[in-house]
């Protein structure tokens, strides 16, 4: 079965570095989703790709988060600077073009900022 | 806004018991309506869904679901627990309009299994 994949699994990193995440989402699936994950909440939508275009992300704190997707295929969420307050999962979801569509998750990045 | 409540942070069954997780979901003409779980450490796999029809839905792993509009509400169940469903378990609502598909989710319910 496909399955979305994500790199790292684990980032400890201190605040102030740059920081990167990679996301390969199920193949065909034209809508990528990157949640956050707080402990003990749950995911919040940071941005949401349809194609290589971005179709929300009005909760992507945008002066120091950066999203792209430039073939429409995989993807990379950065954070620079990372806070203290970054530490969360981060999840990929990707799902096909539709709103009755599923979303599949990936396995997310647990990131630490120390 | 949509909002999704999920009351219960934390419940504790007994293997073999059944089991019911509470969601009520805010207003919608037409909810889209999710059942994730998570286990720790991991991503989220999908239990079941509703978009229409039947409201008693049918999910993976013996779950089901039933949607009441009176209620505004969407509750999980299983009628007998295996010490393998301890996870925490997500409800979540789509947004209905145009092609922003966020998924807005409950703050989730943490299911303990007792021996």
């Known amino acids: 079965e496909a399955e979305v994949a994500q790199s790292p699994r684990y980032k400890i990193t201190e605040k102030s570095q740059a920081v990167a995440f990679w996301c390969d989402p199920i193949?065909?699936?034209?809508?990528l989703y990157w949640y956050r994950q707080i402990l003990g909440q749950g995911p919040e939508l940071l941005v949401q790709?349809?194609?290589?275009?971005?179709?929300?992300d009005s909760q992507l704190p945008k002066d120091r988060f950066s999203a792209e997707r430039l073939k429409g295929v995989d993807s990379t969420l950065k954070i620079q600077p990372a806070e203290l307050g970054d530490s969360a999962m981060y999840l990929c979801?990707?799902?096909?073009?539709?709103?009755?569509?599923?979303?599949?998750f990936g396995p997310g990045t647990r990131l630490l900022v120390l | 806004a949509q909002s999704v409540t999920q009351p219960d942070i934390h419940i504790t069954v007994s293997e073999g018991a059944s089991l019911e997780l509470r969601c009520n979901y805010s207003?919608?003409?037409?909810?889209?309506l999710f059942w994730y779980v998570q286990s720790p450490g991991q991503g989220l796999q999908l239990l079941l869904k509703?978009?229409?029809?039947?409201?008693l839905v049918q999910g993976i792993k013996g779950f089901e679901a039933e949607f009441k509009r009176s209620q505004s509400s969407f509750n999980l169940r299983k009628p007998s627990v295996h010490w393998s469903d301890a996870a925490e378990y997500f409800c979540?609502?789509?947004?209905?309009?145009?092609?922003?598909?966020?998924?807005?989710f409950g703050k989730g319910t943490l299911l303990t299994v007792n021996p």
């Open positions: 193949s065909g699936h034209a809508t």
């Open positions: 207003y919608g003409a037409t909810p889209y």
């Open positions: 979801a990707s799902s096909s073009q539709g709103l009755t569509e599923t979303q599949y």
């Open positions: 979540a609502q789509r947004s209905s309009g145009g092609s922003n598909y966020k998924l807005t």
């Open positions: 509703y978009f229409s029809g039947d409201t």
């Open positions: 790709f349809q194609d290589e275009s971005v179709v929300d």
